[in-house]
């Protein structure tokens, strides 16, 4: 029976190659749009390596200090983290990292190379899964003791060291010297949390004053044995904030911060949104999105079903029931948009593919994921059955006298 | 004829509604993505205020914070400064040079005054990055010996603030200004972020390391390099002042590639935007096409008649076009209604009416055209129909 | 008032060539009512869309109301249709989405200086004659057939036309219908002197007319 479907169907599509194309066309770049939006959004909040475990990480971001006059609004510093958030109930490990990589310029060979330089703790490399293509992270005691140990992505290893094995090897960045301990795969910039060309650890800073620092330059990263925690975390949180001496408590009394996952601290900064309303908006975007294809859609479809007003008839007048008919032509609509999700699935690769080659993203690696594909799936049926439905219901309603005369009103 | 258009647009309501509202939805995504063009062009287009060609662009990092540093660690800092400032004046790449606290092509600001922008610069400012008197005079070293402080405004500043008065000698007081603050100077304009900002209001405020006049420090420093100068050049200077201050990073780019960089990040979202949008509409004017291809298609027995009545070719066409413009007309009411209500756009940012209204004339006559080259292929096929043929369809 | 000299009328596609009207002589004076018989596919609506400058013959000449038309540009000859045919369709191919009154207006919305007020005038005119005022504010397909039939003819006739092409008026008409179009047809012939030429299958309608015209494979036959 489907099968009698689906070949009339493919007859009317060919039947029709203009209205196939167009709704093709329209179904098509709508899906390229949502599946490489999605794709760029999973990766950029995705747990994906190296922040495969960033469904159950809190960080802590901004912090203030505050006081009746003054305000410093900066990251997080060094000296609350290491000394006030440590051993929070609910974390399994909580760990640092310099709120941005810096640029560091190098000369090698009378070429100049400008590497962005992280700085992070020994247990980031434990929260944090990197595939090492060769030697090991350094350790806690290697950032406890400042020792110039550099873990370097593939790309920095070239550029240093061309081919070869680059351990042990010295680099020099800036004025400081490093010894190669370990070298990754280039992360993409969109991975915010471990973004960078080079880590090293933070002990390796000149100068000891970020020791002490409330706020600074830092985010704090804490690993929740589950989510279930992150209620408890959260308070035991709010709780140490508390407890630091204020440096200057004639201008400051009190010192602010909040952790949050990096969905709600990407929706808060670049979008100015509330916390938690990040997927709510990008939903209701995309919704959106969506309203002016489909109705551009739902009209091609009134179309295509008024144009073929005659032939229903007939088909009535022979006794069709108004079901089979509406059968048919939600039949027809879901396969055209299952053949344009295949043709968008195709085509998002294409751009995401173009956007990775345009170099706005360094290190852009997208890749297809199943969620993603079983997203625009779903996606694409409901786009197919949704513009289909009015259409068909306006057409079981055709009288089949009228539909003969070719038109209703 | 147009009432007789518009009682069949009116009594083919229900048909035509669809249509409408595709139409209608076209004109609301179009309208932001031309308003943000047309107010990124129209900022373009006028001048910077300043020169990017043969100007260097150095900053400098301390490894550490500078607002929780001790008062001996600023000590220190002003030192080298005040070592590194002539040490890059004198380096052989350099025509001249200045020392600021300017965060140039980007959306920081430094601000001592509500509602301002303060470039805190050394005298030598002005002929670095080639910037424009309007009126009165630039800051010149023996300002230190005044008993207030000069200070330099933009044009737009001024308007602001005194309108057609002149603001040569009116005094500004900011909060903490110790001691007061008088305008000696206006320039054309500054526009410090960028090619696509909107002009703002700007205060240049004198520095002068040696006379340890410098509120604030200017760590970052402007060199006009001699024409001509390349980059291997970067590396002496970089040398020299690495002699001076070995614990600072310092990073070295031509202000032209800080610019191109700026641009092309600023313009990379707007184009991926409109060329989605462009596509969208593409589908939106294929889908038209197809739909008023069936319409004429169903309506071609109208046509005969109306050509067995004696309507020429060209009332037919004008009477097919008329009806779609008709409903694009009554569409576009209705989303220019929409959009002055809803304030959506307000999360755009504030646009000047002028470049408001031309985007809204833009996106009109976008949707008019749109609407018309998907009716004109399907209406030159039904004026092409004998009147015969067409009666006889069915 | 209507003079075929020699017309002649030859469909070609790729291969085949199908003569519909050959040699084909008629004139027609001023109010005469002339009717034409014939079998499906002898040519009688040929006939009628070339006396009405719907079709152009393959040969021959055409002189209509004195004017010949042969070799006119199609904007000229829309407008001898407009200022001196009407049409009368078996299917009346009224426009579903205008009311009475809008239809019948459409032929004078082609012409040029003609005043809001006096279209009106002459819609409501052309109304009453077919005894259908009470309808005017109708859509057509909250009429019969047989009105429906009768707005056709006031819109054919509101233009004041000399000739009337009537192409099977009554053929969708039960024959009481079909009679009070016909009384229409025929007090629009005597009152007004309009020529009319109706293509019909009815023996009975075309007995009433002036005279008759066969027509047997494009030919004129009798």
């Known amino acids: 029976m489907l099968k009698s479907y689906i070949k009339i169907a493919w007859k009317v599509f060919l039947r029709r190659k203009f209205f196939t194309f167009i709704s093709l066309f329209a179904i098509s770049v709508t899906l390229i749009v949502l599946m490489a939006a999605s794709t760029i959004l999973d990766h950029t909040l995705g747990s994906m ?44 490990r909580m760990g640092i990292v310099s709120q941005a990589p810096e640029a560091v310029d190098s000369y090698v060979e009378n070429r100049k190379i400008t590497s962005q330089l992280r700085r992070t703790d020994g247990d980031f490399w434990k929260i944090m899964e990197f595939t090492f293509l060769e030697g090991a992270p350094f350790t806690v005691q290697d950032d406890r003791d400042g020792h110039p140990v550099a873990v370097i992505n593939a ?17 020099k960045l800036g004025e400081q010297t490093f010894r190669v301990v370990g070298v990754v795969p280039d992360v993409p910039l969109y991975r915010v949390l471990s973004y960078g060309d080079v880590w090293v650890p933070i002990g390796t800073i000149p100068t000891a004053h970020y ?30 904030l508390r407890q630091p001496e204020l440096p200057d408590p004639e201008e400051f009394d009190r010192l602010e911060g909040e952790l949050q996952t990096l969905a709600e601290y990407i929706a808060n900064t670049e979008i100015g949104l509330p916390p938690k309303s990040l997927y709510l908006v990008v939903v209701l975007l995309m919704v959106l999105f969506m309203i002016l294809p489909a109705v551009n859609l739902i009209n091609i479809n009134v179309s295509r079903m008024l144009e073929r007003s005659s032939e229903i008839g007939v088909r009535k007048a022979f006794g069709a029931a108004s079901w089979t008919l509406v059968t048919q032509f939600v039949i027809e609509n879901v396969l055209l948009t299952i053949i344009g999700g295949v043709v968008a699935a195709g085509g998002s690769a294409l751009v995401l593919r173009t956007i990775a080659e345009s170099g706005l993203l360094p290190y852009a690696n997208f890749h297809f994921n199943v969620p993603v594909f079983l997203y625009g799936l779903a996606l694409t049926l409901f786009f197919g059955v949704f513009s289909g439905v009015y259409p068909a219901w306006k057409m079981s309603r055709l009288h089949p006298v009228q539909a003969l005369r070719g038109g209703v009103r | 004829m147009t009432r007789h258009l518009l009682k069949l647009v009116w009594n083919r309501k229900r048909s035509n509604l669809l249509i409408m509202v595709e139409i209608l939805v076209s004109f609301l995504v179009l309208f932001p993505i031309v308003l943000l063009v047309a ?32 008062e001996e660690e600023t000590a220190r800092r002003r030192e080298l400064l005040r070592q590194l400032y002539p040490a890059a004046k004198e380096s052989p790449a350099a025509a001249q040079a200045s020392a600021a606290l300017i965060f140039p092509f980007t959306d920081s600001t430094f ?3 509500r509602g301002t922008n303060w470039i805190y610069a050394t005298d030598t400012f002005k002929d670095v990055m080639g910037v424009t008197m309007a009126s009165g005079r630039w800051f010149q070293e023996d300002d230190a010996q005044l008993a207030w402080r000069p200070i330099v405004i933009n044009r737009h500043f001024a308007r602001d603030r005194w309108g057609t008065d002149s603001p040569i000698g009116q005094k500004i007081s900011p909060p903490d200004a110790d001691p007061e603050m008088r305008v000696i100077g206006v320039v054309d304009d500054f526009r410090v972020k960028g090619d696509f900002s909107s002009s703002e209001n700007i205060i240049f405020v004198p520095v002068n390391l040696n006379s340890g006049w410098a509120p604030e420090l200017p760590d970052r420093l402007l060199l006009k390099v001699h024409p001509g100068t390349t980059a291997s050049a970067e590396d002496a200077l970089l040398r020299r002042l690495r002699a001076i201050a070995p614990s600072y990073t310092f990073e070295v780019k031509p202000l032209e590639a800080i610019r191109d960089e700026y641009i092309r990040m600023t313009a990379a979202p707007i184009i991926a935007a409109a060329l ?23 309506r071609t027995a109208e046509i005969g008649l109306r050509r067995a009545q004696g309507a020429t070719v060209g009332h037919i066409c004008v009477h097919l076009l008329g009806e779609l413009v008709l409903m694009t007309g009554v569409s576009i009411v209705v989303g220019s209604a929409i959009l002055v209500q809803v304030p959506v756009l307000d999360l755009l940012g504030s646009f000047p009416a002028g470049v408001y209204t031309a985007s809204m004339l833009i996106a009109t006559a976008g949707i008019f055209l749109l609407v018309v080259l998907s009716a004109l292929y399907p209406s030159w096929l039904a004026t092409r129909l004998r009147p015969v043929e067409a009666l006889h369809y069915e | 008032m209507i003079k075929l000299t020699d017309v002649e009328k030859v469909y070609r596609t790729d291969r085949i060539e199908t003569v519909a009207l050959s040699n084909f002589n008629l004139d027609a004076k001023e109010g005469e009512f002339i009717s034409v018989m014939g079998p499906s596919g002898s040519g009688k609506s040929t006939l009628l869309n070339i006396i009405g400058l719907l079709d152009v013959p393959t040969g021959g000449t055409v002189n209509l109301a004195g004017r010949p038309v042969t070799g006119r540009k199609d904007r000229e000859l829309a407008r001898i249709r407009n200022e001196e045919v009407g049409f009368i369709f078996q299917t009346f191919h009224l426009i579903p989405d205008l009311n009475v009154m809008d239809n019948v207006e459409i032929p004078l919305l082609y012409r040029r200086g003609v005043s809001g007020s006096e279209r009106r005038r002459r819609v409501l005119e052309a109304i009453e004659r077919v005894a259908l005022s009470s309808r005017a504010h109708h859509f057509p397909p909250q009429l019969s057939g047989g009105q429906q039939q009768r707005v056709a003819i006031a819109r054919a006739i509101v233009g004041k036309p000399r000739i009337l092409l009537a192409d099977e008026p009554t053929g969708n008409l039960d024959s009481q219908m079909g009679e009070e179009i016909m009384k229409i047809l025929k007090d629009l012939n005597e009152r007004n002197r309009t020529a009319i030429i109706m293509v019909t299958h009815d023996p009975g309608l075309a007995e009433q007319t002036h005279r008759t015209i066969r027509i047997f494979d494009g030919r004129q036959v009798n």
Not at chain 1, 155 to 171: C, D, K, M, Q, V
Not at chain 2, 276 to 295: P, T
Request: charged share 25%; with cysteine.
């Open chain 1, 49 to 92: 390596p190296p922040e495969t475990r960033l469904y159950r990480t809190l960080c802590v971001f901004f912090m203030k200090m505050e006081g009746e006059r003054a305000e410093i609004s900066t990251f997080a510093g060094y000296g609350f983290l290491d000394r006030y958030a440590r051993g929070l109930p609910g974390v399994e």
């Open chain 1, 155 to 171: 790309t920095t290893r070239e550029r240093f060291i061309g081919g070869g094995s680059a351990l042990g090897r010295s680099i």
């Open chain 1, 211 to 240: 020791r002490t620092e409330l706020v600074g330059d830092f985010i704090g990263l804490f690993l929740a044995r589950s989510e279930r925690d992150f209620a408890t975390i959260r308070a035991a949180f709010a709780e140490r």
């Open chain 2, 39 to 70: 107010q990124g062009w129209s900022n373009y287009r006028r001048p910077l205020g300043f020169d990017v060609r043969d100007v260097w662009f150095v900053k400098m990092y301390s490894g550490q914070p500078t607002f929780a540093e001790t």
């Open chain 2, 111 to 113: 601000s001592g005054l």
């Open chain 2, 276 to 298: 989605v949008v462009g596509f969208l509409l593409l589908m939106v004017a294929l889908g038209l096409n197809g739909v008023i291809w069936q319409s004429i298609t169903r």
